[in-house]
């Protein structure tokens, strides 16, 4: 007779009623606001970096993912997602993390919806979405990276004989 495993800390608390489950704590909760809000800041004065523009796009990405887990605020954070398509394109066309017209708002309303949300997720749904997240994140990072690798020429003179086809 085969001897039974026993499950995991882990595995028994995933098959709880999500309302059984554990939450965020405090700090957590904290934390998760703190960093929105100065991401939120620093891409409204004008000085985010590339990575802090991936960091709000994967938080952007993590916290649809649970309100569609959750189904609570899927429409607001459709809306976001809009956002960071947005940002990244305009990112990709001019070089610049920056809103335009009313984003700042639309970000502002993401920011209150991510913290509602934070306060209800429980922490194995945010584990989850944070590893679609971040494994989509990583998807995209690659995409653009072939993308820019594509059209960078390989030398100098491979872009001097390119111009010429061009002109040709």
């Not at 909760?29 to 620093?42: E, K, R």
């Not at 590893?131 to 059209?151: G, P």
């Amino acid at each position: 007779m085969a001897k039974r495993r026993v499950p995991s800390k882990t595995e028994l608390i995933a098959r709880l009623h999500r309302g059984l489950r554990p939450k965020l704590t405090h700090d957590q909760l904290v934390d998760l606001g703190l960093v929105q809000a100065v991401n939120l800041d620093a891409i409204v004065r004008g000085e985010a970096t590339e990575q802090l523009l991936w960091d709000w796009t994967a938080a952007t990405l993590t916290w649809s993912k649970v309100a569609e887990l959750l189904q609570v605020g899927v429409e607001e954070m459709c809306e976001q997602l809009g956002l960071a398509e947005r940002l990244v394109t305009r990112y990709g066309r001019t070089g610049e993390i920056c809103f335009e017209a009313n984003d700042y708002e639309v970000a502002s309303v993401g920011l209150q919806v991510a913290d509602e949300l934070a306060k209800l997720v429980d922490r194995p749904t945010a584990i989850v979405a944070a590893t679609w997240s971040e494994q989509r994140i990583n998807e995209m990072a690659r995409q653009c990276e072939a993308l820019t690798s594509s059209n960078r020429p390989a030398s100098p003179a491979a872009n001097e004989e390119s111009t010429e086809r061009i002109a040709a």
